[in-house]
């Protein structure tokens, strides 16, 4: 895989030769997003982006919709934020609730979330920042069942994250959902294919 940083125009295939090559890249993208998947406790799973996932995005979506220029200039400012840029993670955090009124209820008990997402790398913490510009909260204190997040990595942090066996650990520590996990080898290998050299 590349560790292209940004998507450009010149990457998207037009919808017919897309339409030729769909299938063939569903199982791709499956096998790319498969070990980028992480569940933290039973109601949220971080999807781990990376140049491939975010091309994939803009594909189907422009497939969905048709829009043409103007819809492809919409979806390449929209996603290659979500591009790790060589020294960061990134992340599309989504909270599951299928019942309609839990969801509700859990996503308000959950308020301010976007500040409480963590990452350790080998016994140190990684700063964790929201996208830029997009407030999750609203002012009932009813959170988003969706985040974006980028994980900004020191040198040192890079360097652990792209060595075999480092420890990682990914979570919440909201008072309402206080949860982590311990990524695996294949999870950290994925990371570290996203990552400058």
């Given amino acids: 895989m590349s560790k292209k940083t940004e998507i450009l125009r010149s990457d998207i295939l037009d919808l017919a030769a897309y339409e030729k090559v769909r299938n063939q890249r569903r199982q791709e993208i499956a096998a790319i997003k498969n070990p980028r998947r992480l569940a933290v406790g039973p109601r949220s799973t971080f999807h781990f982006e990376c140049y491939e996932t975010m091309l994939y995005q803009i594909q189907e979506m422009l497939r969905a919709e048709r829009g043409g220029e103007d819809q492809l200039k919409d979806e390449l400012a929209a996603y290659n934020p979500l591009v790790p840029k ?19 209820r859990f ?9 409480h997402f963590i990452m350790d790398v080998a016994g140190e913490a990684v700063v964790v920042r929201p996208e830029e510009d997009l407030e999750r909260t609203n002012e009932a204190g009813k959170t988003s069942s969706i985040h974006f997040l980028h994980f900004d990595l020191t040198r040192s942090q890079v360097a ?7 420890r990682i650990m990914v979570g919440v520590d909201h008072p309402h959902y206080g949860h982590v996990a311990i990524v695996s080898e294949e999870t950290r290998a994925a990371f570290a294919e996203d990552l400058a050299d």
């Fill in 86 to 104: 060589g020294t960061e993670l990134v992340a599309t955090v989504m909270f599951e609730i299928d019942d309609p009124v839990e969801r509700a």
């Fill in 107 to 115: 996503l308000t008990s959950i308020g301010d979330v976007d500040k």
């Fill in 160 to 166: 652990k994250i792209k060595t075999a066996g480092t």
